[in-house]
């Protein structure tokens, strides 16, 4: 029943992180004493100070939400956080384990034994179990299952039979069905021999004989309209249903446009095999944006940010692989000139302005069209429209800062042709750029590939190499040959 | 009652939108004909068959729920957007304004009279009509307030006093109360004297005669619960509120967590003066998470990716501006050691490696922390462990991926105290990295600034220039001066 108990907002959550860390750092000094001094006496004191401090730490958790308690799961290093994870009330474990991030599900999961982590997984739902199923440790997986019965068992199995972006693996399985024959008064008594009705109910599914979906009655229907009305006449009829293959993001989408809060999840017999709620999908929307954002840095996954040294090396490793041989390609690009250069070394000196600013705004550009390309809104019409238009930017930010950098350096340098050079070699980088801009994210697509993961490295490749080409091939050809 | 709209599956929208171009375009055939041909049969021809297409579109888009048809509209370039504009029932104007972007609604606002401007908002509800507000005319205003109620024209300007980023700019006005001394079945009935509930009504608000909020009842509850009970002996007294001063962002990770769907917004004496809602807070949370990812690439806002190209000039701007400085600076470090370069001009080509796997690294650590920040996970007792460990990392990554651009570099160039020159400062580049990592998002943290916005400029700008000094400054004291 968590809609009573007490929820802390940021600042107060903040707070009793402090006081944790306070409790666990007074503790520790406790024990740390206890070492030095080994004395009967003084080890009584201490024993009694330790016991107080326990005591506070464990009113404290056991007051917090399990949502909360994963925050400071979180936010603690490891050490700490299996100190607390030890004293929280073993009921809450698998409610925790759900709310944390993988990273640090893996560290927790690790601390607990097999009993344990039974018992921890047991009170969870079907749909909950299959979400934490792939991070258990694969020798309790078979008592586990036989501990399940037949309905539970199927269930998992439906949920961990769809791929993760697939609303077979967000859906949970608590329906509220009912027929629609039956009046509203004959539905409210119904309802009320529930204890409770699932989270994130706002509308019972109405099914026939055959479990087909014929509608949905929205509670606030059910509340509105006079109870002797039947099912029938009032329900809904054309509902949004998602099918368990449907793409999560998709759903996600749908669920954002058209404010959901729960729809039904039904096969190709139109048949209703479990339900998508809002939480669900909020939690996919944040994961979703996460992902990009540290997809776009390189990194491969979530980092715990207490994880080893080792772990995130690992995690970064690739992407540093990648770079380093792009970086070595583009450096190639400028051995090309080292015969101009050493003509004028001035050249070495301007040459990474021009690829520095080419990857910024190409990276603008790829910015713009990954997030219309994510919400499907470019056509292949409106890809030319596109381009041109970003054509359009680059020409005139290029001419514009170009013309800047080719005075500063015309007079810095006393060399207007060396100038020249410069504003043009911006012009051209920046049109590569969003040529590159445009055209890598799209070629991805039609490779079939995510454009928000890797476009930006084969960007700054092209703006790096094109940018010393371009510059450098420029300079060559107008200061030594004419 | 959107409810029985019918909704599209992402696919089926594609389809949809494919549609609508098609008939745009033919449309577009058939007058360009009738230009060209003018003759008086012909004429009624063509006036027939752009009758045909004008009905099929307008069955079209008649079908559509108003966040499709926003969803079309941001998709289409400006000209073809406002046909279909002016094809949208002057009914469902205002709710099509308030799902579309603010750089699309710019450009369908100025496409309007007063009068359809007038005709679109005065359905809305204060809270939405707050929203829109600033992106109307000024010219409508007086006569917009002029034909609000006393309460409607007081809840707009409550909503207008709050900043965009607090809880009163998002909440809305439409609460359902009641109060606690009677029993669920006087609800029940009072409920079905509503001809509808509002929308997102997961929990009736509980008021004393001073109206303050003394609990909430959830509908669930209402309907599991015996109907002589009295509603304060079933609420929850332990609820969930918000004030409107609150941070909106705050609020959105409470939804988030605590798996809210609406929860009360009240003043400091406790009394209720509107709600918050889910679908709001996940429009927040997109919201937030796209800007964060336009701010790190430099934009300063959302386009309208079919604005035009001087919009787009001016977005990007500021961004390339200060790039173009810190390019600049970097470009200076170079020049530093032209004498070094002019000696070993290999120097030139394999600078830019540091710098660019400098630049990398440091953008990994950057993402991390930032997002740790946004989440208050980093005390200040957790930054020293941070720094710390991404210093490891970087020392480790540095030697891995130094050492072998090291090798590289000394069998290329026969130069084995080069291919150390080029080692040692990867390593001592990548420790850069990660101190400037971390240390610029906590500084613009102390500063009061949002660590997300411009982060990484200053790093790059201390990861190029530093890139630099470090390879060249080295070079020049291990091979020139020994």
Known sequence: MSEVETRKTQSSLQDQLAQ????????????????????????????????????ELQKCLDGLHPADIAYILEALPLDERLIIWQRVKADRDGDILLEVSDAVRETLIADMDQGEILAAVEPLDADELADLLEDLPPEVLPELMASLDAQQREQVQAALSYGEDQVGALMDFEMVTIREDVTLEVVLRYLRRFRELPEQTDKLFVLNQDNVLTGVLPLKWLLVNSPDKAVGAVMARDVDTFQPTDDADDAAQAFERYDLISAPVVDAEGRLIGRLTIDVMVDRIREESESEALGRA???????????????????????AINLCTAFLASRVIGLFQGSIEKLVVLATLMPIVASIGGSSGNQTIIKIVRAIATDQVGTSAIWRLWRKELGVAFFNGLIWGGVIGVVVALMYHDIPLGAVMTVAMVLEQMLAALMGVGIPMLMLRLGRDPAMGSNIFLVFMTDSGGFFIFLGLASLVLFHH
């Open 20 to 55: 944790i860390h306070d409790l666990l750092e007074r503790q520790r000094q406790a024990e740390e004493l206890l070492r030095r001094h080994g004395g009967e006496h003084t080890q009584r004191a201490e024993n009694l100070m330790q016991r107080q401090n326990r005591a």
């Open 298 to 320: 390189g990194l491969r996954q979530e980092e715990d940010i207490f994880s080893s040294v080792w772990a995130s090396v690992r995690n970064r490793w690739a992407w540093l």
